[in-house]
Every structure is written in structure tokens, then in C-alpha cells.
């Protein structure tokens, strides 16, 4: 599913910078919910992204929600897959 979604960035000196993007929206694998499930995880959803609009962002909001980037792949030159799961004490 086509979706937007909120890329978070805070830096150092205070700032906090927001850039929304377009992504596709699915839903997580089962090797990959049972390879994080191994690190202590509950992933939500893989984002795919255009590689160049991430800039090694660790934070995405999306519907409101605020999720922890965990894992980035380079699925080719163009695109790239985001995975994430809720981000711990935040609402």
C-alpha cells in the first residue's frame, strides 16, 4: 500500500527536522518477525523507500505512531527497505 510517512531527524545542537515522504507500506515477513522476535523486537511494517530521500533517518512517524528504524537494506540502486518497530515510552 502507497502510504506517507514522517522521517525523523534530531540533531546535537536541539533541532529536530521532519520530512514527509512517499512510501510503500507492507506488512512484516515471518523470517524476518522471527529474526527480530531473536533480538527482543516486534517489528511493525518494512517501508520502501527511495534511497536517495533517506538520509539515515532513525525515526519515522506514521498514523500518529512513532517507530524505531532497526534495519535498513538496500534492495537496488533506487530503493531502499526500512524496517521498523514501535519506539519504546513514546505515544
Known amino acids: ?21 512517499i512510501c510503500d507500506v ?7 518477525f522471527f529474526a527480530a522476535s ?18 539515515g533517518e532513525l525515526t519515522v512517524i506514521y498514523k500518529g505512531a512513532t517507530y524505531k528504524i532497526y534495519r535498513t537494506f538496500r534492495r537496488n540502486a533506487d530503493r531502499m527497505e526500512l524496517y521498523i518497530t514501535l519506539k519504546a515510552g513514546v505515544k
Not at 500500500?1 to 515522504?21: A, F, W
Not at 523486537?41 to 523507500?49: A, D, Q, S
Open 38 to 55: 531473536q533480538q527482543g523486537l516486534k517489528p511493525e511494517y518494512k517501508l520502501t523507500v527511495w534511497a536517495d530521500e533517506y538520509e
Open 26 to 32: 507492507e506488512s512484516i515477513g515471518h523470517k524476518e
Open 1 to 21: 500500500m502507497i502510504d506517507k510517512v514522517i522521517l525523523k531527524s534530531d540533531y546535537s545542537d536541539g533541532r529536530i527536522v521532519r520530512r514527509e515522504i
